[in-house]
């Protein structure tokens, strides 16, 4: 689902300076990596409606791959770590080593996530309680909903 990605409204709490969000976006040797401690907070919009079945989030296997994860859809506005703490998500993952070497994929309740304008990622620890958590690629797999995309219009 990269093309339906609207990296405009795309962020991300906690990363690192030299190492932002748009990095774990491709398949090559850069990465995401949170800055003063293990939590990152993603959130992803995309340009339509979107059915969602399952994730990729690829970790190095050095201890600070992503571990505990919870993750909400279509919230109104950002949420601050405090609220992603307490808040009660779609679906909260625990992602085994296996999970987040290339060849993972970490399945959706499908039938929570049918009609998603956003995706909000709360990374609250990883594998080896190590000071700093990187992301290596991350991705969604699903289908668009058929939706009328408003950005294909010109004016006339």
Not at 11 to 36: I, P
Not at 46 to 63: A, R
Not at 107 to 115: A, G, P, S
Not at 116 to 130: A, C, I, K, P
Request: proline residues 5%.
């Amino acid at each position: 689902l990269l093309p339906f990605i609207n990296k405009a409204g795309c962020e991300c709490l906690n990363e690192s300076d030299e190492h932002g969000f748009e990095n774990c976006l491709r398949k090559d040797s850069s990465y995401l990596e949170s800055d003063c401690d293990e939590q990152l907070l993603i959130t992803v919009a995309f340009s339509q409606p979107v059915k969602l079945y399952s994730m990729k989030l690829q970790g190095p296997d050095n201890g600070q791959g992503p571990k505990y994860i919870k993750i909400f859809i279509n919230l109104p506005r950002s949420m601050d770590f405090e609220e992603a703490e307490r808040s009660e998500p779609t679906q909260a993952l625990e992602l085994g080593p296996e999970d987040i070497k290339e060849d993972g994929i970490i399945q959706l309740r499908y039938v929570k996530f049918q009609n998603v304008n956003s995706v909000t990622l709360f990374v609250q620890s990883n594998h080896g309680d190590e000071e700093t958590t990187r992301v290596t690629y991350f991705t969604f797999i699903g289908t668009p909903v058929q939706a009328t995309n408003m950005n294909d219009f010109k004016r006339v």
